[in-house]
């Protein structure tokens, strides 16, 4: 069975830093490329970041750039997002996903319907 666990929100001050990690089981991560999104109450699902498989070329939102590393340790089958310097409008449940091919592209990677397998989200609050 396919599944991908998110974990390390919480809250922070603004100014802090998370990291996530996007852990899966069933499947390995290596042959996909990975994305983070992340959601606020009332807006829709938005791509943050996505590492591709092979290569590891990373892809960022222009409003993480410099803010957020995103990494992958295929030998824990595990997917990280350093999230520093964060904001009060970083504040949303994150979730990784595998997309359906190694590398979406610049073009591509940000698209919501374009990942296959999801997991639960995790809530990162950014509050003083």
């Known amino acids: 069975q396919v599944q991908l666990v998110e974990s390390g929100g919480g809250l922070v001050q603004p100014g802090g830093s998370l990291r996530l990690s996007c852990a899966k089981s069933g499947f390995t991560l290596d042959y996909f490329a990975v994305g983070w999104f992340r959601q606020a109450p009332g807006k829709e699902r938005e791509g943050v970041s996505c590492?591709?498989?092979?290569?590891?070329?990373?892809f960022y939102a222009d409003s993480v750039k410099g803010r957020f590393t995103i990494s992958r340790d295929n030998a824990k089958n595990t997917v990280y997002l350093q999230m520093n310097s964060l904001k009060p409008e970083d504040t949303a449940v994150y979730y990784c996903?595998?997309?359906?091919?190694?590398?979406?592209?610049?073009?591509?990677?940000?698209?919501?319907?374009?990942?296959?397998?999801w997991g639960r989200g995790t809530q990162v609050t950014v509050s003083s």
């Open positions: 590492v591709t498989s092979g290569n590891g070329t990373t």
């Open positions: 996903a595998t997309h359906k091919y190694a590398d979406p592209g610049r073009a591509n990677w940000f698209r919501v319907y374009e990942y296959e397998h």
